[in-house]
């Protein structure tokens, strides 16, 4: 439960800085800002098809897997944003989110599963209601902590504002979500190695 929580408090606020930097600070539309992220979705559209698959092959090496696609996806966004203090084309940032997108794919199905192999059958109703629960508190929770943490760093930034100060707002919060992440890591140890029904 404590990793769902920290993993959707990782995933969840990577939408929200990402939207108002490239509409805030870069002065895009609302529809090219959502188009600069939806190759997360659909990263996570094609591995989430295929992730009941992998599991039974794979098991807890698959969320291993899919952390590690997240972790390196969002280092190459942040790089990116590194590079390009100003404002510059959402392809740039394509091919790294994408790649999270499909490390976050290989996740949140498999990990509801390995979740509930944890709990006796006649808990698991229970047990799936506390796991949508934390999910919640863990989005509601990522929002509001990163998004402390990219105001601050904006209002404090002496990047020259702009798209640059916005910028390295981002590239702060993104830090953020690779230590969430590198949480996330850790706690999949403590699951079961596979499931069992």
Same mark, same amino acid.
């Given at each position: 439960?404590?990793?769902?929580?920290?993993?959707?408090?990782?995933?969840?606020?990577?939408?929200?800085?990402?939207?108002?930097?490239?509409?805030?600070?870069?002065?895009?539309?609302?529809?090219?800002?959502?188009? &600069?992220?939806?190759?997360?979705?659909?990263?996570?559209?094609?591995? &989430?098809?295929?992730?009941?698959?992998?599991?039974?092959?794979?098991?807890?090496?698959?969320?291993?897997? =899919?952390?590690?696609?997240?972790?390196?996806?969002?280092?190459?966004?942040?790089?990116?944003?590194?590079?390009?203090? @100003?404002?510059?084309?959402?392809?740039?940032?394509?091919?790294?989110?994408?790649?999270? $997108?499909?490390?976050?794919?290989?996740?949140?199905?498999?990990?509801?599963?390995?979740?509930?192999?944890?709990?006796?059958?006649?808990?698991?109703? $229970?047990?799936?209601?506390?796991?949508?629960?934390?999910?919640?508190? =863990?989005?509601?929770?990522?929002?509001?902590?990163? =998004?402390s943490v990219y105001f601050h760093?904006?209002?404090?930034?002496?990047? @020259?504002? $702009? &798209?640059?100060?916005f910028s390295s707002s981002l590239?702060?919060?993104?830090?953020?979500?690779?230590?969430?992440?590198?949480?996330?890591?850790?706690?999949?140890?403590?699951?079961?190695?596979?499931?069992?029904?």
């Open positions: 439960m404590v990793l769902s929580l920290v993993y959707f408090a990782a995933f969840t606020s990577i939408f929200f800085v990402f939207s108002l930097t490239w509409q805030s600070g870069f002065g895009r539309s609302a529809i090219v800002s959502g188009l &600069a992220i939806s190759p997360f979705a659909l990263g996570s559209m094609l591995a &989430a098809s295929n992730s009941n698959r992998l599991m039974q092959r794979l098991g807890r090496k698959l969320l291993i897997i =899919g952390i590690l696609l997240v972790i390196g996806g969002l280092t190459a966004v942040s790089m990116i944003f590194h590079w390009n203090s @100003g404002a510059f084309s959402p392809w740039l940032t394509a091919l790294p989110l994408f790649i999270s $997108g499909l490390g976050s794919g290989l996740i949140i199905s498999p990990l509801n599963s390995f979740t509930l192999a944890t709990v006796p059958g006649a808990d698991r109703g $229970g047990a799936s209601g506390i796991f949508n629960t934390a999910q919640r508190i =863990g989005s509601s929770f990522g929002i509001a902590f990163v =998004g760093t904006l209002h404090k930034s002496t990047a @020259g504002g $702009g &798209a640059a100060a590239q702060m919060s993104i830090y953020v979500n690779l230590v969430l992440l590198l949480l996330c890591l850790g706690l999949v140890f403590r699951l079961p190695k596979e499931t069992r029904s």
